[in-house]
């Protein structure tokens, strides 16, 4: 079955960085969409950053643009999140999804209800 494993979590002071990673197996990500998404405590889960693999197109959404960059590995099936310059707001469990319900999502991606497969998620706690 398919199976995707986020790490890279845990603590960091405002301003550093941190590098998720997200194993994917019994699915290749090669040409397909592949998102991150994070939840706070008492909040909706949000999609943070996201890509089609095939062409290398990324989404982000607004409050991580500029800070975070999606990428990914096809050779170790893999994708990536750097999340640079980070705050305290991006305090929540990140999960990575993937096999994309429909084709062609482009920005879309950035939706949870797209995605068929989820990682268990990894905390990331900022602190001030």
């Known amino acids: 079955r398919v199976q995707a494993v986020e790490s890279g979590g845990g603590s960091a002071q405002a301003g550093g960085s941190l590098r998720l990673s997200c194993l994917v197996s019994?699915?290749?990500?090669?040409?397909?969409?592949i998102g991150w998404f994070r939840q706070a405590p008492g909040s909706e889960r949000e999609g943070v950053a996201c890509?089609?693999?095939?062409?290398?197109?990324?989404y982000y959404a607004d409050s991580v643009k500029g800070r975070f960059t999606i990428s990914r590995d096809n050779d170790l099936n893999t994708a990536f999140l750097q999340m640079d310059n980070l705050k305290p707001e991006d305090t929540a469990m990140y999960y990575c999804?993937?096999?994309?319900?429909?084709?062609?999502?482009?920005?879309?991606?950035?939706?949870?209800?797209?995605?068929?497969?989820w990682g268990q998620g990894t905390q990331v706690t900022v602190s001030s």
């Open positions: 890509m089609y693999t095939g062409r290398n197109a990324s």
């Open positions: 019994e699915y290749s990500i090669t040409s397909t969409y």
């Open positions: 999804a993937t096999g994309p319900r429909y084709s062609g999502l482009r920005e879309r991606c950035l939706r949870d209800s797209n995605y068929k497969y």
